[in-house]
């Protein structure tokens, strides 16, 4: 006999409900689905005949797809945002801009005047003075451009997020529990301009290198928002309302989510040590699978996150401990029928059960989607990764292993929320 793909608690391990109860189930699933999310997260309005006609507010009806594609854009742009800072750190540009005015500092240089005061501002800073002592003007203008679209983007994202929201509000579209979360994800979004300021000025001290703590906590902070972007708005556009699966699927799929952001993580701790230009060799490392000056500082937690070698020791193992969870989890998913519509209806065995299976069946689809692109991403970024430590670290190369890392984490995110 075939296993059952759907939850035990609901139809396989425990004795079934009778077929009324079983159809007022059925009813009620249906029902859910039929409510859209924006309706669940704000509170109803009370019924029409309840309040006096002249009452009633303006008649504003919520926009939870406008609402929803306002956050993918957010989501969109926060993506694009990784991938300039990941440009501007590989190009060396990050240092180039030594002041931080959030305001003032949106208008670029305008004339010859204003760029020779910034080029002898960043004359005096460790960066000339150690690195980039034979540097020109025209050379600058380069550096300072990345540095500049970069923090430029983060001010438009902040003004992309801000505009709408409050349009929103004051529409009452968003309201509720809603409107807190996306406070707190735009309170977060000013967390993070401040946060990038205080990893650039660890680098304008003495030593003109950015700590690896800080690009890490800075890149860490914009996966956050990123997900919490994508989530809201995967939930307001019903991206999926979820294929039922066993509850340790689920719990595996989170997993999975933790692995691939530590593995992320561990990866900024390799772009903040500049640990990409050592032991360029796969898979050994200086003909050893574990490098000879592995635990060479003291205490442990120093050797995890100061030493070059150990820091991308850990990142390949965590690389490749994703892989392979990846290529373990999906084809079990897959095989415990989520997204097969054959499987679902082969295994329904009365008509009641088939149509109750079948009000899941649109959502299986973008869980199985969602599997095969993981599992293509975890493929194809394992590579990317291997190429870019192979050819020492050129900046495409790196720029798209950051892009895939991204991708990787879009693609688990997505198939998180498709499973329940
Ligand atoms: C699931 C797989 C992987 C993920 C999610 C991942 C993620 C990342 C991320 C996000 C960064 C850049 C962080 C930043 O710029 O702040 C990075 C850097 C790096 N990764 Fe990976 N990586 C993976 C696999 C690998 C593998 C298998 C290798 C090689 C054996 C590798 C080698 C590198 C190197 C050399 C860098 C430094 C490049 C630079 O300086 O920009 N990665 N990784």
Not at 221 to 242: D, V
Not at 255 to 262: G, K, R
Not at 373 to 386: D, F, N, P, R, S
């Given at each position: 006999?075939?296993?059952?793909?759907?939850?035990k608690?609901?139809?396989?391990?425990?004795?079934?409900?009778?077929?009324?109860?079983?159809?007022?189930?059925?009813?009620?699933?249906?029902?859910?689905l039929?409510?859209?999310?924006?309706?669940?997260d704000?509170?109803?309005?009370?019924?029409?005949?309840?309040?006096?006609?002249?009452?009633?507010p303006?008649?504003?009806?919520?926009?939870?797809?406008?609402?929803?594609?306002?956050?993918?854009?957010?989501?969109?742009?926060?993506?694009?945002?990784?991938?300039?800072?990941?440009?501007?750190?590989?190009?060396?540009s990050?240092?180039?801009?030594?002041?931080?005015?959030p305001?003032?500092?949106?208008?670029?240089?305008?004339?010859e005047?204003?760029?020779?005061?910034?080029?002898?501002?960043?004359?005096?800073?460790?960066?000339f003075?150690?690195?980039?002592?034979?540097?020109?003007?025209?050379?600058?203008?380069?550096?300072?451009?990345?540095?500049?679209?970069h923090?430029?983007?983060?001010?438009?994202?902040?003004?992309?997020?801000?505009?709408?929201?409050?349009?929103?509000?004051?529409?009452?579209?968003?309201?509720?529990?809603?409107?807190?979360?996306?406070?707190?994800?735009?309170?977060?979004?000013?967390?993070?301009?401040?946060m990038?300021?205080?990893?650039?000025a660890?680098?304008?001290?003495?030593?003109?290198?950015?700590?690896?703590?800080?690009?890490?906590?800075?890149?860490?902070?914009?996966?956050?928002?990123?997900?919490?972007?994508?989530?809201?708005?995967?939930?307001?556009?019903?991206?999926?309302?979820?294929?039922?699966?066993?509850?340790?699927?689920?719990r595996?799929?989170?997993?999975?989510?933790?692995?691939?952001?530590m593995?992320?993580?561990?990866?900024?701790?390799?772009?903040?040590?500049?640990?990409?230009?050592?032991?360029?060799?796969?898979?050994?490392?200086?003909?050893?699978?574990?490098?000879?000056?592995?635990?060479?500082?003291?205490?442990?937690?120093?050797?995890?996150?100061d030493?070059?070698?150990?820091?991308?020791?850990?990142?390949?193992?965590?690389?490749?401990?994703?892989?392979?969870?990846?290529?373990a989890?999906?084809?079990?998913?897959?095989?415990?029928?989520?997204?097969?519509?054959?499987?679902?209806?082969?295994?329904?065995?009365?008509?009641?059960?088939?149509?109750?299976?079948?009000?899941?069946?649109s959502?299986?689809?973008?869980?199985?989607?969602?599997?095969?692109?993981?599992?293509?991403?975890?493929?194809?970024?394992?590579?990317?990764?291997?190429?870019?430590?192979?050819?020492?670290?050129?900046?495409?190369?790196?720029?798209?292993?950051?892009?895939?890392?991204?991708?990787?984490?879009?693609a688990?995110?997505?198939?998180?929320?498709?499973?329940?």
């Amino acid at each position: 006999m075939h296993k059952m793909y759907v939850c035990k608690q609901g139809l396989g391990g425990k004795p079934r409900p009778p077929p009324g109860l079983r159809r007022l189930i059925a009813l009620a699933a249906a029902a859910r689905l039929a409510l859209s999310p924006a309706m669940v997260d704000a509170a109803p309005p009370p019924p029409p005949q309840a309040r006096p006609a002249q009452a009633r507010p303006p008649q504003v009806r919520p926009a939870p797809r406008a609402v929803a594609a306002w956050l993918y854009l957010c989501a969109a742009m926060v993506f694009a945002m990784v991938l300039i800072g990941g440009v501007t750190r590989l190009t060396e540009s990050g240092l180039s801009i030594v002041e931080w005015q959030p305001l003032v500092g949106a208008i670029p240089p305008l004339g010859e005047a204003d760029w020779q005061a910034l080029f002898q501002k960043y004359q005096a800073s460790p960066q000339f003075q150690q690195v980039n002592r034979g540097m020109d003007l025209a050379e600058f203008k380069t550096i300072f451009w990345w540095e500049y679209v970069h923090r430029l983007w983060g001010r438009l994202i902040g003004a992309v997020f801000l505009l709408p929201f409050l349009w929103f509000l004051l529409r009452r579209q968003v309201r509720g529990p809603l409107a807190w979360k996306l406070a707190g994800i735009f309170a977060l979004g000013g967390l993070q301009g401040a946060m990038g300021w205080y990893m650039v000025a660890s680098g304008l001290v003495d030593r003109p290198d950015v700590s690896q703590y800080r690009l890490a906590a800075h890149l860490g902070l914009a996966l956050l928002i990123y997900a919490l972007l994508l989530w809201q708005a995967m939930h307001l556009s019903r991206a999926s309302s979820g294929a039922i699966v066993e509850s340790r699927l689920r719990r595996a799929a989170t997993a999975l989510l933790v692995l691939i952001t530590m593995t992320i993580l561990a990866g900024a701790f390799v772009a903040g040590l500049d640990a990409g230009l050592i032991y360029n060799t796969f898979p050994l490392m200086e003909g050893r699978i574990v490098p000879p000056d592995y635990g060479a500082m003291q205490p442990w937690w120093r050797d995890w996150f100061d030493n070059r070698a150990t820091v991308q020791f850990h990142h390949r193992v965590l690389a490749i401990a994703t892989l392979g969870a990846v290529l373990a989890y999906v084809p079990w998913l897959l095989r415990k029928g989520a997204g097969s519509k054959e499987v679902v209806l082969r295994q329904a065995q009365d008509e009641e059960r088939k149509k109750a299976l079948i009000l899941s069946l649109s959502k299986d689809v973008s869980a199985r989607r969602a599997a095969i692109a993981l599992l293509h991403l975890a493929v194809l970024q394992v590579a990317l990764g291997i190429a870019t430590l192979l050819l020492v670290v050129p900046v495409p190369l790196a720029a798209l292993h950051q892009a895939g890392a991204m991708a990787l984490l879009t693609a688990a995110l997505w198939l998180r929320f498709t499973l329940r």
